[in-house]
């Protein structure tokens, strides 16, 4: 069974940069066929796809965020982590790791995790 947990501040001040780390348990991020995201929901609004990472660490990220958005990974602990740098408090959401199978996206997600919040304060 695999196993997701996000790790990381719930409090970043606007303009730095909010850093996350899911760490994963019942499988290895190196596997080929699986990609590793981050999604995120602001109050009142729908999940957003924010990017992912596939077994090589090629990283893919939705256009609205990429200029901000970096994912980096730890293969010896089988953990990958979110940096979003120059946060305002339009990026307060509960941010969430997930595993997909053959592509990245919501509609290819089959595991994640039990999601954290995060609050930028002004």
């Known amino acids: 069974q695999v196993q997701l947990q996000e790790s990381g501040p719930g409090l970043v001040l606007s303009s730095q940069t909010l850093s996350l780390t899911c760490t994963v348990s019942?499988?290895?991020?190196?596997?080929?066929?699986?990609?590793w995201s981050w999604i995120r929901q602001p109050p009142g609004k729908e999940l957003e796809w924010i990017g992912c990472?596939?077994?090589?660490?090629?990283?893919y990220f939705t256009p609205s965020l990429k200029s901000r958005t970096s994912i980096f990974r730890d293969t010896s602990k089988n953990q990958f982590t979110l940096q979003l740098r120059s946060v305002t408090p339009e990026d307060t959401a509960v941010y969430y790791c997930?595993?997909?199978?053959?592509?990245?996206?919501?509609?290819?997600?089959?595991?994640r995790g039990q999601g954290t919040q995060v609050t930028v304060s002004s």
């Open positions: 019942g499988g290895s991020i190196l596997t080929t066929t699986y990609f």
């Open positions: 990472t596939d077994y090589r660490g090629t990283t």
């Open positions: 997930a595993r997909s199978t053959g592509a990245c996206g919501l509609e290819w997600e089959d595991y």
